[in-house]
């Protein structure tokens, strides 16, 4: 029996996206799929055969969001590598439950590809490349997935700030006064700044 027309990819990725934005990752099965496509589980497998190619399904909806189109060149390569992490995470922070399929499954997206490609091209211009161009773009990926997840589960405004910033100052001093410093600190100013941090190790 052929497809319908109206079940695509692009469909079947949404309806498992929303699964997971509302209910988190674990929650992600062909069953609550094809509930929330208003379908039998055995329905779904006519179109997916089973949880993997769901998951890949769900990247290649968010990492195609990605702009991976080059900076202008005659921008700093620093910058130009910034603006493409605030790409990355600009598509990746709308899903913040997602964040570990884009981890498992990046290297089959073709968005995922094309942004890692322009990046590495800034970073050959710049003269990082062997070794050194593969720990950058793995510190890259590592940075801005972490930073997602932390300003997710953990910000900086959050109520594991408010415990530290209460620990013994005869003990934590330094710890506790950072704690609370850090709800001045807005997430892009938090990310941001770890990035330029990053940033200028590389290169030389």
């Keep these: 029996?052929?497809?319908?027309?109206?079940?695509?990819p692009d469909?079947?990725?949404?309806?498992?996206?929303?699964?997971?934005?509302?209910?988190g990752l674990a929650a992600l099965s062909m069953r609550t799929a094809?509930?929330?496509?208003?379908?039998?589980?055995?329905?779904?497998?006519r179109y997916v055969s089973d949880r993997e190619e769901l998951e890949r399904l769900v990247v290649d909806r968010?990492?195609?969001?990605v702009d991976a189109t080059p900076p202008p060149g005659d921008a700093p390569?620093?910058?130009?590598?910034?603006?493409m992490a605030g790409r990355l995470?600009?598509?990746?922070?709308?899903?913040?439950?997602?964040?570990?399929?884009?981890?498992?499954?990046?290297?089959?997206?073709?968005?995922?590809?094309?942004?890692?490609e322009t990046v590495l091209g800034i970073l050959t211009e710049a003269g990082v490349d062997g070794h050194a161009r593969v720990v950058a773009l793995?510190?890259?990926?590592s940075y801005v997935t972490g930073a997602i997840q932390l300003e997710h589960r953990g910000p900086l405004s959050g109520p594991g700030t408010e415990a530290i910033a209460g620990l013994p100052g005869d003990r934590f001093p330094?710890?506790?006064?950072?704690?609370?410093?850090?709800?001045?600190?807005?997430?892009?100013?938090?990310?941001?700044?770890?990035?330029?941090?990053?940033?200028?190790?590389?290169?030389?």
């Excluded at 309806?15 to 934005?21: G, P, Y």
């Excluded at 094809?34 to 497998?45: H, T, V």
């Excluded at 390569?77 to 603006?83: D, G, N, P, Y």
């Excluded at 793995?138 to 990926?141: E, I, Y």
């Design 1 to 8: 029996m052929p497809r319908p027309r109206s079940l695509t």
């Design 11 to 23: 469909r079947l990725a949404a309806a498992a996206l929303s699964v997971v934005d509302r209910d």
């Design 34 to 45: 094809a509930k929330e496509l208003g379908m039998s589980p055995m329905g779904l497998y």
């Design 62 to 65: 968010i990492l195609g969001d």
């Design 77 to 83: 390569w620093r910058e130009r590598v910034e603006l």
């Design 89 to 116: 995470r600009e598509a990746v922070a709308r899903h913040p439950e997602a964040v570990p399929l884009t981890l498992t499954h990046r290297h089959r997206s073709p968005g995922g590809l094309r942004w890692s």
């Design 138 to 141: 793995r510190a890259l990926h």
């Design 174 to 204: 330094l710890l506790a006064a950072t704690a609370r410093d850090a709800p001045g600190v807005s997430p892009d100013e938090e990310f941001f700044g770890g990035l330029r941090l990053l940033l200028r190790g590389l290169g030389g």
